[in-house]
């Protein structure tokens, strides 16, 4: 549940809380200060707010190109060769570039996958800007030029109730308050899940008046808010539990390892490019005093 001391209040002053959603008893506030959490906000972010997700974005879109011009690149060698050849009794150089395009290779799929749901991902602030502008600011239309809400509000257990009216098939995910960033200055944002695997990944925001409890409107999200659902569990392996994240963890110790015999074989190049020029301004030099 998302709240503000008044409908308002900046969004800075938004509180998150988590809730039973049988009994309406407080879990607890979201933790935002262990381990896990700083690496999470260096991973989306690197703490630089929007600037540093769309860096990372661009960075995304680059690893996006490398995945591309790597299957070309390897298409090229497999009609010399056959596929999976390592050549072991070759020179270290050849060994790493065999090894690096095999597993580059092996985990195309994976890597194309995780790098284009990782693009969309560090879009979310301009997807819900969009969001913002468009479908919540038509369902809130009628309220636009009607003052914040002052005094009590209706009750937040009969606007959940309402919006389960409104989608039978579904159940409550997330309430947010008025005023905050997921809803209005005059409404409760009951967002509802589906009950499948895919379906509850997907969110429908029911808008219900916080002064009269009524329902004001009620729409699927757009494609491209749900492209954004869809992708950030896909990309996190959020979707088979466990066994899932770790077969997660396996593909991207096989990225580190395409990573780092990348880094190797660019810089085994450029040292054997340099000692070839400095063999041949050598011998440029000799021929000179000759």
Not at 34 to 53: A, E, Q
Not at 70 to 81: A, D, E, N, S, T
């Amino acid at each position: 549940m998302t709240s503000r001391p008044q409908p308002d209040a900046p969004p800075e002053g938004s509180r998150y809380v988590a809730l039973n959603m049988y009994t309406g008893a407080v879990l607890g506030k979201p933790t935002t200060d262990g381990l896990m959490d700083v690496i999470l906000k260096i991973h989306i972010n690197m703490f630089l707010g929007i600037g540093g997700k769309l860096f990372l974005g661009l960075m995304g879109i680059l690893f996006i190109i490398a995945i591309v011009s790597g299957i070309v690149l390897y298409g090229r060698i497999m009609k010399k060769y056959d596929f999976g050849m390592v050549r072991k009794y070759k020179s270290n150089r050849l060994k790493w570039l065999d090894t690096h395009n095999l597993i580059g290779i092996v985990t195309l799929t994976w890597a194309s996958v995780v790098g284009l749901t990782g693009v969309i991902n560090t879009l979310s602030d301009v997807i819900l800007g969009l969001w913002q502008q468009g479908q919540l600011k038509e369902m809130v239309a009628p309220y636009a030029q009607q003052q914040p809400l002052t005094g009590k509000l209706s009750s937040l257990d009969g606007a959940m109730e309402v919006a389960r009216k409104a989608a039978p098939h579904m159940e409550p995910r997330i309430v947010t308050y008025p005023g905050t960033l997921f809803s209005s200055k005059h409404h409760y944002a009951v967002f509802m899940r589906g009950n499948t695997a895919l379906t509850s990944r997907l969110l429908m925001p029911a808008l219900i008046d916080a002064k009269t409890g009524a329902l004001t409107d009620a729409r699927r999200m757009p494609w491209f808010v749900n492209t954004l659902f869809l992708s950030e569990p896909l990309h996190f392996g959020d979707y088979g539990g466990m066994p899932l994240k770790v077969i997660w963890a396996l593909f991207d110790l096989a990225t580190i390892i395409v990573l780092i015999t990348g880094l190797y074989l660019w810089f085994a190049r450029r040292k054997a490019a340099n000692l070839q020029w400095s063999r041949l301004t050598e011998k440029t030099v000799y021929q000179d005093e000759e």
